[in-house]
T-cell receptor, first 112, second 111 residues
């Protein structure tokens, strides 16, 4: 089955700096890659996603890049703010209607 | 904005007892998932429904876990008997297309 690895497990940055989280996946058939943000005690919330026919997607301060050849994708957060502090999960799935395979998460701390 | 609902939010039980969790997906979402999230890890699929049919329950410990979605709407996940290792967050998600929307989860503690 699909195996998703995520690095780093913890990341601490100063407010205003950029943060980058990287994931690799094993199943070359995967073609949908969402990122979820989970604040303490709350539900995972989708923040951005990318499909295999796209190499990069941006939404304000958040961007995701995908390299299908290397089977890795990354989340980039620019101009970080304290409210960006949370656990971020990457995931991969075959397509619509298939379960997500999640990474183990990255705990991001943004210090003022 | 419609959200996935789950209850209870917290459950404390003793090992060997039975527990049940309930999920109400977003209206119109045909696909429903139950995930288990152990502290410090990502969610892992337990069971997936398409309408009232089970699509994938390969990771469901069937000797103690059961799940149903009788009318293709809300769903119940049951554990009997509960074991210490079942302590985790149980998340329900629903989808119409690719995007999965998660409920707030049920945090289970087995003593």
């Amino acid at each position: 089955g699909e195996n998703v690895e995520q690095h780093p497990s913890t990341l601490s940055v100063q407010e205003g700096d950029s943060a980058v989280i990287k994931c690799t996946y094993s199943d070359s058939a995967s073609n949908y890659f969402p990122w979820y943000k989970q604040e303490l005690g709350k539900r995972p919330q989708l923040i951005i996603d990318i499909r295999s026919n796209v190499g990069e997607k941006k939404d304000q301060r958040i961007a995701v890049t995908l390299n299908k050849t290397a089977k890795h994708f990354s989340l980039h957060i620019t101009e970080t703010q304290p409210e960006d502090s949370a656990v971020y999960f990457c995931a991969a799935s075959l397509s619509s209607g298939y379960a997500l395979n999640f990474g183990k998460g990255t705990s991001l701390l943004v210090t003022p | 904005e419609a959200e996935v609902a789950q209850s209870p939010r917290y459950k404390i039980t003793e090992k060997s007892q039975a527990v049940a969790f309930w999920c109400d997906p977003i209206s119109g979402h045909a696909t429903l998932y139950w995930y288990r999230q152990i502290l410090g890890q990502g969610p892992e699929l337990l069971v997936q429904f398409q309408d009232e049919s089970v699509v994938d329950d390969s990771q469901l410990p069937k000797d103690r876990f059961s799940a149903e979605r009788l009318k293709g709407v809300d769903s119940t996940l049951k554990i009997q008997p509960a074991e210490l290792g079942d302590s985790a967050m149980y998340l329900c998600a629903s989808s119409l297309g690719e995007t999965q929307y998660f409920g707030p989860g049920t945090r289970l503690l087995v003593l």
